[in-house]
């Protein structure tokens, strides 16, 4: 092709050339590529209604604010430790040191703060209570709201609980009665079941 004939044949590409964009439809987005949110790595979605934040000390807390029941918060401590951090020689340690929380602190003499608790309507056992499994420690505290000394002091226990739990000797002694009872209101059926798949279903793991 000669040069007048290929400057006239780029002429015509520069004129229609808009006419071609033009007519063709406008180019669509590509549409992103679903998220996964099964993936291991995929962080859990958290309700934009619960407020999180991290204390001076390091402890996260999660608020979600509730109206019904009117004039109650349900406080509760998590703790990132349980059963699978023992060794074999300290199992059911985990379990034990829950117990031992409602047996005396450094601010709460031994059982005050149930007595006290009980005394403006909260249960022990049925709102007061607590809970161990493989990997955390959880004590769940309902209290109501009507008075800031109720509110402050729950929370002042609850401190006690993370860095001030006293072992006092004969309360030890005394509380290893209650857990054995625990253990062997746990034994039956299930329990024997669960000796069998444990093993199966955690199989290489210090859960098995």
Known sequence: ??????????????????????????????????????????????????????????????????????????LRLVVNAGSILEDDDQRGLAHFVEHMAFNGTTNFAKNDIVTYLEGIGVRFGADLNAYTNFDETVYILPVPTDSAGILEKSFRFLGDVASGIRFDSSDVVAERGVVLSEWRDGLGAGERLRDQQFPVIFRGSRYA
């Open 1 to 74: 092709m000669t040069f007048p004939a290929l400057r006239r044949a780029a002429a015509l590409v520069a004129l229609t050339l808009p006419c071609a964009l033009h007519a063709q439809p406008a180019a669509k987005t590509r549409a992103a590529a679903p998220r996964d949110s099964f993936a291991l790595t995929a962080s859990l979605p958290m309700d934009p209604a619960v407020k999180v934040g991290t204390l001076p000390n390091g402890i996260r807390y999660y608020i979600r604010q509730n109206t019904k029941p009117e004039k109650r918060a349900e």
